[in-house]
Structures are given as structure tokens and as C-alpha cells.
């Protein structure tokens, strides 16, 4: 949709909003639908190719309005999950509508699912001990649990630990296994840390790492977790959105072994934030964490299993119509649209990769796997300090560094929906300039 048509729209959509104002008093206060009636209503899968704008309106008072006021907002994110997970191609366990006993929600960010997987670990492993030695006291197992996470794992990870008021250790990695985490590195920790009276309980791996976009080998660490009752949650925040282009989806291999997974198709999946979408293999482990039934929340279908109540999945009880968001977006680029995009991105991140290597003053510091490439002068962290101070200082192109094996490393990352190939030509040319510059300036 160009800004033409975003006009148009967007007008259109005031319209519609105040015509379903002014006549609110027409419609039912309460819904006449049961339970699962919107399932039926919509094909099971996305479409592979793009709809019209007017395809997806025209189904709003078909689909959402006879639930409007609660089910739909429901309903319509448990089936939006169930798309997004197909896309993705996670195992069935994972998908609502099938026979497992998985599903997805939406979370607001990646750092409350991390949470949220935390805490319903930490109620499953108290469970479990209680179960086989009801006399121990709870305070006496929580203050021995331990979590895991790479060193190279987001900072909500270790935060997620902090709020949660558990021990988060962070697993070493090393440059010459591509800063992902090793299993047997993870299996030593597990077994030092039993020796010394502690109990593990919770493992995040991280797929696209924020420093260098590294792969944790969850085919190595999902049976680990396993065999050791550890919950392994995946942290895919960025990296997750490629999943749904047959090409990248070999990085989500060990998915079968996770209790949890998430990542942000607000960051690169085209839906507007906030949406962070996670799946568990078991609801009731999620459930079990967080229910809490007064009577003023109470509704009539709540013992009858037919329908979700998100409220147990989350920290808030109260919740957006974020799945609106996805039905738009899925529908409007279809699967193939999102998959060109995202296709789109890793190319141009290869042509810059391209264009570093061809250049001797520079090194690439990490495999470009996806739309982040790490790269750095041959040189100095002092040099390269200050040439990200001139590039962000230029005003033109915004760099975030990172640190890798104790080198400053300046990343660029393809973002925009916009960008273009020229755009990655206009970067790079402003780079070496402010290089040239700096070289000139500083011994390196
Ligand atoms: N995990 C990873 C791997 C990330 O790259 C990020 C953000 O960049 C996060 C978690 C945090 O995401 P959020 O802002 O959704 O909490």
C-alpha cells in the first residue's frame, strides 16, 4: 500500500469506526455466538498470496462483530497463532486447533515471554519436587534453583532471573563455535551445579542473537533440557520472523525438544508493535503458574475447555485486539509477500557483507546469516570507537556496536521496509569516507 492508498484508507477507517459509533446502540450489548464460533469462519491456513485491502474489511462485520466485545478478540489470536505457527511450521504441538495441548498468545515484548516461560518453569519444577517429597519446604527448593542463558543472550534474559528472584548463570561461548552454546558446555554446568546441591530448572537459547545473530544448537540442547526435566525456552526475537521462508527454517531445528518459544514479528515480520507471539507445548503448565479466578472475572464457559482464557497465559489480565494486526498483515503481503521481504532484507545485508570484503581496511566479525552484518576496521577498538562516533554523529545512518571476543564491532542491521539497494550504496560510500578520515587521524 503506497501513501496514496494509506490516505485513502485511513479515512475510510474513521468513517467506519464513527458509523459503528453512532449506531452502537443497534447492535448487541452481549454476543449470540458459542464458543469456537470464528474458527469456521476463516480459512484454516494464511493465504499464500496477497488480498485486498477490501477482502479484510469486508470480513470485519462478518467474522469479528457478532463477537464483538470479547470472543472474537480471543478467538481471532488463537487462529492468528495457529496461522503464524503453520507459517513457521512448528510441530503440532504447539498449534491450538489440532490434538496436542500447545498453543500460542500474544505477548507485548520478547522480555515478558523470557518471563513468563521463567516463572511457569519455576511453578512446574516446585510441582514436580513437591510431588515426589510433599514435606520439603518451598523456600528450600526455590532458593536452590538454577537458570541458564548464553553469555551472548539479551540483557531481559538476566533481567527476567532478577524479577523472577532466581540464580541466572550465563554460559560461556566462544568465537570458534560462532558464539552459539555448546551442548557438552551446558551438560558440565548442569552437573556441577547438581554436585553442589542446586537444581536447574530453566534453559533460554537464543536463535539470532542480539551481538552477532548467533544460533544456539538447540538440536544438541533440547534433549539435554529434556532428560534433565529443564524447561527450554527459545529467545528468537529478531531471527524468528525468517523461520517462514523454507530456507532459514533449518535454524529452528530442535523446536521439538522446547517447552516455549517466541519472537517479535513487530521487529521484522511487518506488524506494528506491539506484538511478540509465543507458544507453549503445554498450556497447563502456563496455566498452572497463573490462574487466579474471583468471582468478578467469572464467565459461563470457563470449566467447559472450549475456550481460552489468555488471562492465565500473562502477566496483565487485561489485553489489546493486537491478532486485528496480524489478520491485516498476513492477509495484505500473503505468506509469499512476507516471505520476498524478508528475503529482500538478507540480500541487501549480503550486498553490504559484499562490499566490506572487497574492501582490505575492513573485516567482517561474524557470519551474515540474516539482515545483521558485524563489521570493523582492521585495527583498534579505539578506531573504531571513533568511527561509529562520526557515522551516528553524520546523522544519515544509525549504527548500534557490540563487543565480540573483547573487539568493538560496529553493527549494521537492514530494518527499514523501505530500503532499497541504493540505500545500502549510500551507507557504505558514507563509511569509508568517514574512514578514510579517520584513518588519516588516528595510528591503527
Ligand atoms: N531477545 C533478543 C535476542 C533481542 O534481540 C531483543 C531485542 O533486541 C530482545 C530479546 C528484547 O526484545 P523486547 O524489546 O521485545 O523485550
Request: glycine share 4%; aromatic share 8%.
Given at each position: 500500500m503506497d501513501a496514496t492508498e494509506f490516505r485513502r484508507r485511513g479515512k475510510e477507517?474513521?468513517?467506519?469506526?464513527?458509523?459503528?459509533?453512532?449506531?452502537?446502540?443497534?447492535?448487541?450489548?452481549?454476543?449470540?455466538?458459542e464458543p469456537g464460533?470464528?474458527?469456521s469462519l476463516i480459512p484454516e491456513e494464511a493465504p499464500e498470496e496477497s488480498e485486498t485491502y477490501e477482502d479484510v474489511v469486508k470480513d470485519i462485520e462478518r467474522v469479528i462483530m457478532p463477537g464483538a466485545a470479547s470472543p472474537a478478540c480471543t478467538e481471532l489470536e488463537t487462529v492468528m497463532m495457529d496461522w503464524l505457527g503453520k507459517m513457521l511450521k512448528l510441530p503440532e504441538d504447539f498449534i491450538a486447533g489440532t490434538h496436542g495441548q500447545g498453543g500460542g498468545v500474544i505477548q507485548g515484548t520478547a522480555s515478558e515471554a523470557t518471563l513468563v516461560a521463567l516463572l511457569a518453569a519455576r511453578s512446574r519444577a516446585v510441582r514436580m519436587i513437591l510431588a515426589s517429597d510433599p514435606q520439603r519446604p518451598e523456600t528450600g527448593i526455590t532458593s536452590k534453583l538454577v537458570a541458564y542463558s548464553s553469555d551472548q543472550a539479551h540483557c531481559s534474559v538476566e533481567r527476567a532471573g532478577m524479577i523472577a528472584g532466581v540464580r541466572m548463570k550465563k554460559i560461556p561461548t566462544e568465537q570458534s563455535d560462532k558464539y552459539a552454546v555448546q551442548g557438552e558446555t551446558l551438560r558440565r554446568m548442569i552437573q556441577e551445579d547438581k554436585a553442589a546441591g542446586l537444581i536447574p530448572f530453566y534453559f533460554c537459547a537464543t536463535l539470532g542473537t542480539t551481538p552477532s545473530c548467533a544460533f544456539d544448537h538447540i538440536t544438541e540442547l533440547g534433549p539435554i533440557c529434556n532428560a534433565e526435566k529443564i524447561w527450554m525456552h527459545i529467545d528468537a526475537a529478531y531471527a524468528g520472523s525468517s523461520f517462514i521462508c523454507p530456507e532459514f527454517r533449518p535454524l529452528l531445528n530442535g523446536i521439538e525438544f522446547a517447552d516455549s518459544f517466541n519472537f517479535n514479528p513487530h521487529k521484522w515480520l511487518l506488524v506494528n508493535f506491539d506484538c511478540s507471539t509465543m507458544w507453549v507445548r503445554k498450556r497447563s503448565d502456563l496455566i498452572g503458574a497463573f490462574k487466579m479466578d474471583p468471582l468478578y472475572l467469572k464467565h459461563d464457559h470457563q470449566e467447559s475447555g472450549l475456550v481460552t482464557d489468555y488471562r492465565h497465559w500473562q502477566i496483565p489480565l487485561g489485553r489489546r485486539f493486537r491478532s486485528l494486526k496480524m489478520w491485516f498483515v498476513f492477509r495484505m503481503y500473503g505468506l509469499k509477500g512476507l516471505q520476498d521481504y524478508i528475503r529482500k532484507h538478507v540480500e541487501l545485508a549480503k550486498e553490504f557483507e559484499s562490499l566490506?570484503?572487497?574492501?582490505?581496511?575492513?573485516?567482517?566479525?561474524?557470519?551474515?546469516?540474516?539482515?545483521?552484518?558485524?563489521?570493523?576496521?582492521?585495527?583498534?577498538?579505539?578506531?573504531?570507537?571513533?568511527?561509529?562516533?562520526?557515522?551516528?554523529?553524520?546523522?544519515?545512518?544509525?549504527?548500534?556496536?557490540?563487543?565480540?571476543?573483547?573487539?568493538?564491532?560496529?553493527?549494521?542491521?537492514?530494518?527499514?521496509?523501505?530500503?532499497?539497494?541504493?540505500?545500502?550504496?549510500e551507507a557504505w560510500r558514507l563509511i569509508t569516507q568517514l574512514a578514510e578520515e579517520v584513518m588519516q587521524e588516528l595510528p591503527h
Open positions: 477507517m474513521v468513517d467506519l469506526i464513527a458509523d459503528y459509533l453512532e449506531n452502537i446502540e443497534q447492535r448487541p450489548v452481549y454476543p449470540d455466538v464460533y470464528l474458527r566490506v570484503r572487497a574492501d582490505q581496511r575492513f573485516e567482517i566479525s561474524a557470519d551474515v546469516v540474516l539482515g545483521l552484518v558485524c563489521f570493523r576496521l582492521k585495527g583498534s577498538n579505539e578506531v573504531n570507537e571513533t568511527l561509529l562516533k562520526r557515522i551516528n554523529n553524520g546523522r544519515k545512518i544509525h549504527l548500534v556496536p557490540c563487543q565480540l571476543s573483547g573487539q568493538f564491532v560496529l553493527r549494521f542491521a537492514v530494518c527499514a521496509r523501505t530500503t532499497e539497494s541504493r540505500h545500502i550504496r
